[in-house]
Nanobody, 117 residues
Framework: QVWLVESGGGLVQPGESLRLSCAGSSSLFSISVMGWYRQAPGKQREMVATITSSRTTTYADSVKGRFTISRDSAKNTVFLQMNSLKPEDTAVYYC???????????WGQGTQVTVSS
């Protein structure tokens, strides 16, 4: 059974920080592309950040300079450090794992991040 479990969400004030973690069970975790996505109420799910097995990263323009994605392949874990949080960062944050051969796509159950004063 393959699983992805996110943790670290919560309620913070604007300007504060949170660190999300995503732990996975797949044997392909270390060679997969890992990503963080988010979905705010009434909006479509959007990519926040991705990281390849060689640690090449991409970020949504809205989070560049504030968020940092990283991974610890030995522990099958990916992280999202979120600094200078804004109310518009409020969403459910999901972890995603993808690999091409074999083609796989796994999602975690999500963790809520709320930024409010």
């Amino acid at each position: 059974q393959v699983w992805l479990v996110e943790s670290g969400g919560g309620l913070v004030q604007p300007g504060e920080s949170l660190r999300l973690s995503c732990a996975g069970s797949s044997s392909l975790f270390s060679i997969s592309v890992m990503g963080w996505y988010r979905q705010a109420p009434g909006k479509q799910r959007e990519m926040v950040a991705t990281i390849t097995s060689s640690r090449t990263t991409t970020y949504a323009d809205s989070v560049k300079g504030r968020f940092t994605i990283s991974r610890d392949s030995a522990k099958n874990t990916v992280f999202l450090q979120m600094n200078s949080l804004k109310p518009e960062d409020t969403a459910v944050y999901y972890c995603r794992q993808t690999y091409s051969r074999p083609a796989i796509e796994y999602w975690g159950q999500g963790t809520q991040v709320t930024v409010s004063s």
